[in-house]
């Protein structure tokens, strides 16, 4: 049995709190939110973010971060990417030499376009990191519903250790070095699965899904390539899987949010109404950057940063896409 802190009680954080207590491991949950540890201890379920997903009685919620720390094996960071920097600045003095972190949020920091393990890197140098990332829906994840993930780490000793942690009957638990490549998927879909929704608020159909998802994971590992991710990390459960996923979900925020741009909200309006950060849009504009910084062609990117920024309208946006120059779907193929 491991002593594990889950440090953030959204959605994600609650739902692996509960796997990690079935799998047998001691648990603390610590929100910075005391209205939000107060309704934990009261009801034993996150009434607004997991409703209905009974949390055991013996799990601790506290808002103490210092005793969420210290003497834990392992500590899961779970807190939305806007606040990784911050909530990891204040964990720096009481992390020990050595101490196992794994980031669980999705993004990449817009100011630095750091990865969120290269963020928590920076700021608690002495940890270890590790990342846990695929198509994992909190909802269903809470509810045991059978889900596939991987695990990333530098050192194989590391994420075979956190492979055993967290694996059980219904949550299988995959391992890989390649941790740039899996945070770059698991960032970068968000911004494709909001072009998925504005789609579907458009009213476009299952052909406009298929070609944003097609063309999405193309740019995606493009992009990610080109940083020094590997192509085959884009091809599995990080990549495509976590993008199919999270574009066709009614559970995935982005899509959420999309489809109310797509029906004429703004992005400020959207973000409010789904009342969770959506990752997504933190994520664009550090996307853009860096499609910049290594000349690199993301186009449906592109036209999610201007309707999220620029005022651009939705279906305008789509016209732009569907009209560009002719192109080769796949260059690297000869022609007789």
């Known amino acids: 049995?491991?002593?594990?802190?889950?440090?953030?009680?959204?959605s994600w954080g609650t739902a692996l709190?509960?796997?990690l207590h079935k799998n047998g491991h001691h648990i603390t949950v610590w929100s910075a939110i005391k209205d939000e540890i107060g309704m934990l201890l009261k009801e034993h379920e996150h009434k607004e973010k997991l409703p209905g997903v009974k949390l055991p009685g013996d799990m601790i919620f506290t808002t103490d971060l210092e005793a969420s720390i210290n003497g834990k094996d392992i500590l899961v960071l779970a807190v939305p990417?806007?606040?990784?920097?911050?909530?990891?600045?204040?964990?720096?003095e009481y992390v020990s030499n050595g101490q196992i972190i794994v980031n669980v949020a999705k993004g990449i920091e817009e100011k630095s376009l750091l990865t969120l393990s290269q963020v928590i890197e920076e700021e608690i140098p002495q940890a270890k990191v590790a990342v846990l990332s695929g198509p994992s829906h909190a909802e269903e994840v809470g509810r045991g519903i059978?889900?596939?993930?991987?695990?990333?780490?530098?050192?194989?000793?590391?994420?075979e250790y956190l492979q055993n942690i967290f694996m059980n009957e219904a949550f299988r638990v995959y391992i890989s070095p390649d941790v740039l490549g899996i945070?770059?998927?698991?960032?970068?879909?968000?911004?494709?699965a909001l072009a998925a929704g504005i789609a579907d608020g458009l009213g476009y159909g299952d052909n406009t899904k298929a070609a944003l998802i097609t063309r999405g994971i193309t740019e995606i590992a493009r992009l990610g390539t080109a940083m020094g991710g590997r192509f085959e990390t884009f091809c599995g459960l990080t990549g495509i899987g976590d993008l199919i996923v999270t574009c066709a979900s009614m559970h995935?925020?982005?899509?959420?949010?999309?489809?109310?741009?797509g029906k004429g909200y703004s992005m400020e309006e959207s973000?409010?109404?789904?009342?969770?950060?959506v990752e997504g849009v933190y994520s664009a504009k550090a996307a853009m950057a860096l499609a910049q910084k290594y000349n690199v062609q993301i186009p449906i990117i592109e036209q999610v940063n201007a309707v999220l920024f620029e005022g651009k309208e939705a279906g305008a946006a789509v016209k732009e896409l569907m009209i560009r120059d002719k192109k080769l779907e796949n260059s690297d193929i000869p022609w007789k």
């Open 183 to 192: 945070e770059l998927g698991a960032a970068l879909k968000n911004v494709v």
């Open 271 to 277: 973000m409010k109404e789904v009342k969770m950060v």
């Open 17 to 19: 709190a509960l796997l």
């Open 252 to 261: 995935s925020r982005n899509r959420r949010a999309g489809i109310l741009i």
């Open 1 to 10: 049995m491991a002593d594990i802190s889950v440090i953030g009680a959204g």
């Open 146 to 159: 059978p889900t596939t993930i991987v695990v990333g780490a530098q050192e194989k000793a590391t994420a």
């Open 81 to 92: 990417s806007p606040f990784t920097r911050s909530v990891s600045h204040s964990m720096k």
